[in-house]
């Protein structure tokens, strides 16, 4: 097995993928969808999904983001719109 400095191959796919999660879950924060449309990087991806599923339900649902703020003015809401 080759070694790229003092990271094995698998543990740098990993933290690719770690990456590609993290990327993913802030679009979906922000309302956008994720459409992967190359075969290799999608079934790679599902599969460190599958792999490290407990470990992402953990992290996603002990970092549960407030709700923004309600903007007020004088005790009355405003709309930003």
């Known amino acids: 097995m080759k070694y790229f400095g003092n990271i094995s191959p698998a543990l740098k796919k990993d933290s690719r993928m ?6 993913i879950e802030e679009l979906k924060y922000l309302g956008e969808d994720v ?3 190359d075969p290799n990087l999608s079934r790679e ?21 407030a709700a923004p703020p309600v903007f ?10």
């Open 72 to 81: 007020k003015v004088q005790g009355i809401s405003v709309c930003l719109n």
């Open 35 to 37: 459409v992967i449309n």
């Open 18 to 23: 770690h990456f590609y999660w993290r990327i």
């Open 45 to 65: 991806y599902n599969s460190w999904v599958k792999k490290n599923l407990l470990a992402l339900m953990a992290c996603t649902c002990s970092n549960k983001r």
